[in-house]
């Protein structure tokens, strides 16, 4: 007895991790579809570790009788097909950022704003913030819920998986030609990637800010609390998998770090690992197939009267798409739909 799960972009770097989350997870499922475009559909996917299921056209496919469809194949594709699977009976969870500021659609953290995912009767659609996002709410939340934040000055060094797997061949590519004297190809990137970091992701705006800068600020706000300021950097860097960001935080009341430090380590999802030390921190290849948002190098930030800054880092196929995507059907489950057993957990970090 379980649920029938449509994953849409199936074949792309979410959408193959979405299949592995639920399978990992023992999500309640009587019958996984895979969706795509026509151009894999025929073709093999992964779900668990001892089943395949046949890619099938998205744009073929009729969503009546599917409780809960994940989805990651980009803004238009999803402004298209969402509303249709939505008004055949689905729920969506959708992790591009097309229904992200709707007001009618939540948009979740399920360690952050569980609460948030009663809205989803509006519309049958639920999104799932931009991958920076979820891995900053998550460490921000106990932080604020501790000393209550005014400000973030954060500075991200995002891996090219954030850009989808043409991104990942790009830099594979570059970095292998590079050493072989061939002149560099770019495609997705505005710069040259290998051995490079380039401080501009998605489009500019008219302040000057980049949209990857823009969501931070605007989705932390929704999820989190509207009245906290966000100032991002957002930069993409030559790393495969898992963003990290130096993030510094003002906060209205006093916060020590060693109470920081502890309301971090109480925090569902979050791994602290903190030593003055070699290697007591972590980085982003570490991270990479972890679920947990990981916080690091946590300090006071002698400018102001209450700051704190510190590093994080999370795989951000994972956590930041997948892993946050796949938690919040297992709340709907749980809490709003009810008509059959719970999913069995396993606990982020
Ligand atoms: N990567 C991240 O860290 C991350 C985090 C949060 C959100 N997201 C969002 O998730 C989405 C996908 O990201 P990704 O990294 O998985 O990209 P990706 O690796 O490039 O995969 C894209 C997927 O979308 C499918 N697709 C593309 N056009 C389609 C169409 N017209 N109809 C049906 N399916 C179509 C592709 O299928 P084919 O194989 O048939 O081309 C593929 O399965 C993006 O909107 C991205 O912003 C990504």
Known sequence: MGYRVAVVGATGNVGREMLQTLAERNFPVDEVVALASQRSAGGDVSFGDDKVLKVQRLDQFYF?????????????????????????????????????????????VPEVNPQAIAGYKKKNIIANPNCSTIQMVVALKPLHDAAKIKRVVVATYQSVSGGGK?????????????????????????????????PHID???????????????????????????????????????????????????????????????????????????????????????DDAVFVSRIRRDPTVEHGLSFWCVSDNLRKGAAL??????????????????????????
Not at 166 to 179: C, H, P, S, V
Not at 188 to 197: D, E, H, P, Y
Not at 265 to 287: C, F, M, N
Not at 324 to 330: C, F, G, L, P, R
Request: negative net charge; hydrophobic residues 45%.
């Open 324 to 349: 946050n995507a796949v938690q919040i059907a297992e709340v709907l489950v749980e809490r709003y739909l009810q008509k059959r057993p719970a999913a069995p957990k396993r606990k982020a970090g």
């Open 64 to 108: 009546k009788g599917i409780d809960i469809v994940l989805s990651s194949a980009g803004a238009k594709v999803s402004a298209d097909f969402a509303p249709k699977a939505a008004a055949a009976g689905a729920i969506v969870i959708d992790n591009t950022s097309f229904f992200r500021m709707d007001p009618d659609v939540p948009l979740v």
């Open 203 to 289: 489009i500019f705006m008219d302040d000057g800010s980049t949209k990857e800068e823009w969501k931070m600020s605007a989705e932390t706000r929704k999820i989190l609390d509207p009245n906290i300021a966000v100032v991002a950097t957002c930069v993409r860097v030559p790393v495969f998998i898992s963003h990290a960001e130096a993030i510094t935080v003002e906060f209205e009341r006093p916060l020590s770090d060693s109470e920081a430090r502890a309301a971090l380590k109480r925090a569902p999802g979050v791994t602290v690992i903190d030593l003055r030390a070699d290697e007591g921190y972590v980085t982003q290849t570490e991270a990479a197939g």
């Open 166 to 198: 043409d991104a990942m061949d790009e830099l594979f590519n570059q970095t292998r030609g590079i050493y072989v004297n061939q002149t560099v190809e770019k495609e997705r990137f505005t710069k040259q990637i290998a051995f490079n970091c380039i």
